[in-house]
């Protein structure tokens, strides 16, 4: 309420805030004037229940709905084509109180990597459509990241060309203008430009046009005149696009040389830095200031220099997440050619830079020394490769685990105090999560798994559910009796608490063991499952569908378990069942045995008799 205050201008208008929690709710929760509805999931959390994650959803759920009340109540939507004035305005407005109260650069990760896994392969798929669709079948399916997410980049994109001044200005204006009014898309952009003079014509494309655009950027250095030129074309989309593109150029030395906010309007426009005392590594799209995809062709020097020393911290995080791509996409050549795997001689060692010289914020180191997930990987792959990816990042990993070993574990014990009494501070979140990280990394030498797992499992077991976990999940894909004892231990702890059971339920569903699928059929029959409850079915089935190496066996028994799953549920759920069933609707990106078998378990979903509009809508589409 005081962000709000501060940041809008925006006062609560009634004398009490009501809320109800409810455990059987499809959504996370529902902004009803007078009486938001929360899902227990994101409302319920205490130090031995829930994670430091978990904390900083749950306010940022509260955040989301409290906000609401400006930003979707007071003005609303004139019709659901509009429903992005309200989601994508309160997702941008979450987000941003989320970065203030936490860290900026770690909260700027989490937002970009939600959206190049779940928006990014939406705008590529068979149910891509603009941030203000045109169309629908199902109501229900229209509550897409693309509404959400990039409806949120697309607030923060007209932010940053109009600056922060006059961002507030416009909003502020649009408050004042529509108060208890249901609008339209174009009165917000309207204001911003009544506001600041700004055109935004062409911006409004953004609404408009499907798909992600992709930025091709080449560039040139003059020594004599000592003019460096950046030339930028965008592809992927019928009409050219307005995009501010944040450009910051390095020396060398890793020294700063140049920074700017660029407007990319054209299909082609080249611009001119001037005075460059030396030919420059260019820091594209800092803080990631447009929702696209930007191919340059960077160097693994160049990468290194911009994951060791870039000013823009979430470049600094990007350039590591590229290199390491970069790395991983070579070897994943070489072990689909059958040759040995070899890392190339600088990757320890940017990874041992970084954790050596970088202190500044243990959150964000923790996610510097993160590799890509397998999903993101798979993203970057014409034709998928499964048992490809997770064999080379997995070989990385176990590099990583052993070159670093040494470093990581003096790290985790600097960090590590288990008499700390449990605090929730962005310092003491930290400390957690970087030593989670370094955990993760050490149990893959099994006498890590006697001497830290344990131990940090009994001592955190009922009082800090981040470190319980940390353990867990260090132990998840490690074949070993500790890893069943351990989880058995949890959950006779905490077999009564419905939300931790979930947690327990996920963490075997995301195991990259063989033996997942068995297990995951095998707790649909536990008394801990229940098909008709929302989060148990998220818990478990959710959590399986995004396993890629288990749902993506090629077999294809995950796909057809998940739709003889999904064939239950649409009698029980029909808008939980349309969501369930969306990691299968990408069928293409796969080899063809699995495309085949993709197909076959769509195919069987499309011929049930009385199949929901919700499900219909989706698989019909997926299937067209």
Same mark, same amino acid.
């Given at each position: 309420?005081?962000?709000?205050?501060?940041?809008?201008?925006?006062?609560? #208008?009634?004398?009490?805030?009501?809320?109800?929690?409810?455990?059987?709710?499809? &959504?996370?929760?529902?902004?009803?004037?007078?009486?938001?509805?929360?899902?227990?999931?994101?409302?319920?959390?205490?130090?031995?229940?829930?994670?430091?994650?978990?904390?900083? %959803?749950?306010?940022?759920?509260?955040?989301?709905?409290?906000?609401?009340?400006?930003?979707?109540?007071?003005? !609303?939507?004139?019709?659901?084509?509009?429903?992005?004035?309200?989601?994508?305005?309160?997702?941008?407005?979450?987000?941003?109180?989320?970065?203030?109260?936490?860290?900026?650069?770690?909260? +700027?990760? %989490?937002?970009?990597?939600?959206?190049?896994?779940?928006?990014?392969?939406?705008?590529?798929?068979?149910?891509?459509?603009?941030?203000?669709?045109?169309?629908?079948?199902?109501?229900?399916?229209?509550?897409?990241?693309?509404?959400?997410?990039?409806?949120?980049?697309?607030? +923060?994109?007209?932010?940053?060309?109009?600056?922060?001044?006059?961002?507030? $200005?416009?909003?502020?204006?649009?408050?004042?203008?529509?108060?208890?009014? /249901?609008?339209?898309?174009?009165?917000?952009?309207?204001?911003?430009?009544? /506001?600041?003079?700004? #055109?935004?014509?062409?911006? +409004?494309?953004?609404?408009?046009?499907?798909?992600?655009?992709?930025?091709?950027?080449?560039?040139?250095?003059?020594?004599?005149?000592?003019?460096?030129?950046?030339?930028?074309?965008?592809?992927?989309?019928?009409?050219?696009?307005?995009?501010?593109?944040?450009?910051?150029?390095?020396?060398?030395?890793?020294?700063?040389?140049?920074?700017?906010?660029?407007?990319?309007?054209?299909?082609?426009? !080249?611009?001119?830095?001037?005075?460059?005392?030396?030919?420059?590594?260019?820091? =594209?799209?800092?803080?990631?200031?447009?929702?696209?995809?930007?191919?340059?062709?960077?160097?693994?020097?160049?990468?290194?220099?911009?994951?060791?020393?870039?000013?823009?911290?979430?470049?600094?995080?990007?350039a590591g997440q590229k290199y390491a791509v970069n790395v991983i996409l070579r070897l994943i050549?070489?072990?689909?050619?059958?040759?040995?795997?070899?890392?190339?001689?600088?990757?320890?060692?940017?990874?041992?830079?970084?954790?050596?010289?970088?202190?500044?914020?243990?959150?964000?180191?923790?996610?510097?020394?993160?590799?890509?997930?397998?999903?993101?990987?798979?993203?970057? &792959?014409?034709?998928?490769?499964?048992?490809?990816?997770?064999?080379?990042?997995?070989?990385?990993?176990?590099?990583?685990?052993?070159?670093?070993?040494?470093?990581?574990?003096?790290?985790?014990?600097?960090?590590?105090?288990? /008499?700390?009494?449990?605090?929730?501070?962005?310092?003491?979140?930290? +400390?957690?999560?970087?030593?989670?990280?370094?955990?993760?990394?050490?149990?893959?030498?099994?006498? &890590?798994?006697?001497?830290?797992?344990?131990?940090?499992?009994?001592?955190?077991?009922?009082?800090?559910?981040? #470190?319980?976990?940390?353990?867990?999940?260090?132990?998840?894909?490690?074949?070993?009796?500790?890893?069943?004892?351990?989880?058995?231990?949890?959950?006779?702890?905490?077999?009564?608490?419905?939300?931790?059971?979930?947690?327990?339920?996920?963490?075997? $569903?995301?195991?990259?063991?063989?033996?997942?699928?068995?297990?995951?059929?095998?707790?649909?029959?536990?008394?801990?499952?229940?098909?008709?409850?929302?989060?148990?079915?998220?818990? =478990?089935?959710?959590?399986?569908?995004?396993?890629?190496?288990?749902? %993506?066996?090629?077999?294809?028994?995950?796909?057809?378990?998940?739709?003889?799953?999904?064939?239950?549920?649409?009698?029980?759920?029909?808008?939980?069942?349309?969501?369930?069933?969306?990691?299968?609707?990408?069928?293409?990106?796969? #080899?063809?045995?699995?495309?085949?078998?993709?197909?076959?378990?769509?195919?069987?979903? /499309?011929?049930?008799?009385?199949?929901?509009?919700?499900?219909?809508?989706?698989?019909?589409?997926?299937?067209?």
């Amino acid at each position: 309420m005081a962000w709000d205050e501060k940041v809008y201008g925006r006062e609560y #208008d009634l004398d009490i805030y009501m809320i109800v929690a409810v455990s059987d709710f499809n &959504m996370g929760a529902m902004e009803n004037k007078g009486l938001n509805i929360f899902n227990t999931k994101y409302i319920l959390a205490a130090a031995e229940t829930a994670t430091d994650q978990d904390f900083i %959803h749950v306010e940022s759920v509260i955040a989301h709905e409290y906000f609401h009340n400006w930003s979707g109540n007071r003005i !609303t939507c004139r019709d659901w084509f509009q429903l992005s004035l309200k989601e994508g305005l309160t997702i941008f407005r979450d987000q941003s109180f989320t970065a203030d109260t936490t860290s900026k650069t770690v909260a +700027r990760i %989490h937002d970009v990597n939600y959206l190049r896994n779940a928006q990014f392969p939406e705008d590529a798929g068979p149910l891509s459509h603009p941030v203000r669709p045109e169309s629908y079948i199902e109501i229900n399916n229209f509550y897409t990241a693309t509404v959400y997410n990039k409806g949120a980049e697309v607030i +923060r994109m007209q932010k940053t060309l109009l600056g922060d001044k006059d961002f507030y $200005a416009g909003m502020n204006l649009y408050f004042k203008n529509y108060d208890g009014q /249901a609008v339209t898309i174009e009165e917000f952009v309207k204001s911003m430009e009544q /506001a600041s003079s700004k #055109d935004l014509q062409q911006f +409004r494309l953004w609404y408009s046009q499907a798909g992600t655009p992709v930025l091709l950027v080449e560039d040139s250095y003059d020594p004599k005149s000592k003019e460096y030129l950046l030339t930028i074309k965008q592809q992927g989309m019928q009409k050219p696009m307005h995009i501010p593109v944040r450009v910051g150029l390095l020396g060398h030395q890793g020294h700063e040389l140049a920074h700017e906010l660029l407007e990319l309007k054209k299909i082609s426009q !080249t611009f001119t830095f001037k005075n460059i005392a030396e030919k420059p590594v260019p820091s =594209l799209l800092r803080n990631f200031s447009a929702p696209v995809k930007i191919v340059y062709n960077y160097s693994d020097a160049d990468l290194q220099l911009l994951f060791a020393h870039d000013a823009d911290e979430f470049n600094r995080w990007e350039a590591g997440q590229k290199y390491a791509v970069n790395v991983i996409l070579r070897l994943i050549a070489c072990y689909q050619q059958g040759k040995p795997l070899e890392l190339p001689r600088g990757f320890i060692a940017a990874y041992e830079y970084v954790l050596t010289h970088y202190q500044k914020d243990k959150l964000l180191l923790t996610e510097l020394i993160a590799l890509p997930s397998e999903k993101y990987i798979a993203e970057q &792959m014409q034709v998928v490769d499964v048992d490809a990816i997770h064999a080379v990042r997995k070989f990385l990993i176990q590099e990583i685990a052993c070159e670093l070993q040494s470093l990581l574990l003096d790290i985790y014990q600097k960090n590590y105090d288990n /008499a700390e009494s449990f605090q929730f501070n962005m310092e003491a979140v930290g +400390r957690r999560e970087l030593r989670n990280r370094c955990l993760f990394y050490l149990a893959k030498n099994p006498e &890590m798994i006697e001497k830290l797992c344990l131990p940090q499992f009994k001592q955190a077991l009922g009082k800090n559910m981040t #470190d319980t976990l940390g353990s867990l999940n260090a132990l998840l894909n490690i074949d070993c009796r500790e890893r069943d004892a351990t989880l058995d231990e949890f959950y006779l702890i905490f077999k009564e608490d419905a939300l931790v059971i979930d947690k327990w339920l996920a963490l075997q $569903a995301a195991s990259a063991l063989p033996s997942t699928l068995s297990r995951v059929k095998k707790l649909t029959q536990h008394p801990a499952f229940d098909i008709k409850n929302p989060n148990k079915v998220y818990a =478990l089935l959710g959590a399986f569908g995004q396993n890629q190496i288990c749902f %993506h066996a090629v077999s294809g028994e995950g796909y057809q378990f998940l739709a003889d799953t999904v064939k239950q549920l649409d009698k029980l759920n029909p808008s939980l069942s349309a969501r369930m069933v969306r990691p299968l609707i990408s069928w293409r990106r796969y #080899d063809q045995k699995r495309q085949a078998l993709m197909q076959q378990a769509l195919a069987s979903l /499309a011929e049930q008799k009385n199949i929901s509009k919700d499900l219909y809508e989706i698989v019909n589409k997926s299937l067209s």
